[in-house]
């Protein structure tokens, strides 16, 4: 518990608005050129082109494992789709001023996991398998990784285990790679996590203790068990880098996506990237990347829940992982069950510190208002904490901080030319009952945001 509050509030006036629930806009003042935003950055390309490498060397394994991604080769990759009627949408129901093109960067249809977490969940198992298998003289990295799937690698991962905590995604996705390999797995689920995902990981073979407590009760269990046990590896979601480089990837994928569908990035055609943040290491792992392979001329805004705006108090304050969303009083409890996370990666919130252009964040009602607006106009089903990657581009152009925010960087000249991606994070392994319980209760708010938009 952090003592000094009032003085935060005093130094950090939008905290008081933070304080009473309200959605609020941040546009950091830390913004940097790349270059200096680099400085005391130990990452950099050459760990993304590292970590490409070895998805690429277990590509093989993936085929054979989960056949869903035969047509893929092996790479878990997602579609990135222009969704011009949502973009109508925004523009006609919600005011959004949106001029240029808005994209869906499908993350939500991720193979394996239906989850941003595919990315760098199975990436950080991946890794832990190939340096075990290193380590024990079963491989080299010239191998045909298919070998993985044979069953003296399944017996030698049997002896070891996996421990992760999770609010459902990342449980999700380490859960079923761990259970691929033939690990002994445990999933340390909050009181936020969806029963359908304990109940898809249990049928899976996987492990999952349940806590009537928050994220960072669960997180603190799952370590102590795998501090206990020699044979244990702990998938630690607050300070992991290899987690972090494993979502970098994909903004290499990206630029061949960008460039397949003739959409230029550069100065005069600027990149607007709105990535839903949790405990970071999702949003903060692809905005490097972006950073890395567009420059200056990509924006990463993140977007949180008002109840739990973690990231935003750790960045804005500098205090990272010393302070947290109940500090402030806010109880961290929203239906975004991916982003449900009361205190930000420290390791996260520093490497990005100067590379985030802003944070948007969102009531829950208006994450389900979006939700049936996607379904509505674009035939697109993705879950809650998903949705929040419409609070930016409603809000960037439209709003009295965004608009100076463009003003400042000068870009308000070239946003006809201008490219949003909204970053879709999860949604495919929702269950049919589930959604269309979410596509009632959006379409009720719907009605009554309209009638207040009239
Ligand atoms: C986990 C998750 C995020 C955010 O990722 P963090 O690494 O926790 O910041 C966003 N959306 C969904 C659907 C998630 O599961």
């Known amino acids: 518990m952090i003592e000094n509050v009032q003085e935060l509030k005093e130094a950090y006036p939008l905290m008081k608005e933070m304080e009473a629930g309200k959605e609020v806009i941040w546009m950091n003042p830390g913004l940097s050129d790349l270059k200096t935003a680099m400085e005391g950055v130990t990452l950099s390309m050459d760990d993304i082109d590292d970590a490409e490498n070895r998805w690429a060397r277990f590509a093989p394994f993936i085929r054979k494992m989960f056949p869903e991604t035969e047509a893929a080769g092996g790479l878990i990759e997602s579609p990135l789709r222009r969704i011009d009627r949502m973009k109508d949408c925004l523009n006609r129901k919600w005011g959004a001023g949106l001029e240029g093109s808005l994209m869906l960067k499908m993350d939500s249809n991720l193979a394996v996991a239906g989850s941003v977490k595919a990315r760098g969940g199975i990436y950080e198992i991946l890794k832990h398998s190939e340096d075990l298998a290193l380590e024990h003289g079963m491989i080299t990295v010239d191998d045909d990784y298919e070998k993985f799937a044979l069953p003296q690698f399944r017996e030698f991962f049997g002896k070891h285990s996996i421990h992760v905590g999770s609010t459902g995604n990342l449980g999700l996705s380490i859960g079923i790679i761990s259970a691929a390999l033939g690990y002994d797995v445990t999933v340390h689920m909050s009181m936020d996590a969806k029963q359908w995902k304990k109940d898809l990981l249990r049928q899976k073979g996987v492990r999952v203790m349940e806590y009537a407590s928050d994220y960072s009760e669960a997180v603190k269990n799952g370590r102590k068990l795998a501090e206990e046990d020699p044979m244990s590896y702990f998938v630690d979601d607050e300070n992991s880098v290899n987690l972090f480089l494993g979502y970098s990837v994909a903004a290499k994928r990206l630029k061949v996506q960008l460039a397949d569908a003739g959409v230029a990035v550069d100065e005069e055609h600027p990149l607007f990237v709105h990535i839903p943040c949790g405990v970071g290491g999702a949003p903060g792992g692809v905005a490097f990347g972006l950073k890395q392979v567009f420059g200056d001329s990509v924006y990463c805004f ?70 049936g607006d996607l379904m509505d106009e674009e035939g697109i089903f993705i879950e809650p904490s998903s949705c929040a990657s419409f609070a930016g581009p409603a809000r960037l152009c439209s709003s009295p901080e965004g608009r100076a925010f463009l003003e400042h960087f000068d870009l308000d000249r070239n946003m006809g030319n201008a490219t949003h991606i909204a970053w879709a994070t999860g949604g495919n392994l929702v269950p049919e009952e589930v959604r269309r319980q979410y596509y009632g209760k959006s379409r009720e708010l719907g009605l009554e945001n309209a009638a207040k938009s009239c």
Request: with cysteine; charged share 20%.
């Open 302 to 371: 993140f977007q949180e829940p008002v109840q739990a705006p973690c990231m935003l108090l750790g960045v804005m304050t500098g205090l990272h992982n010393d302070i947290c969303v109940q500090d402030i009083g806010l109880s961290g409890l929203t239906a975004a069950d991916g982003l449900a996370v009361g205190r930000p990666s420290k390791f996260v919130g520093k490497t990005v510190a100067r590379m985030l252009a802003g944070e948007f964040t969102i009531e829950d009602d208006n994450l389900y208002r979006f939700m």
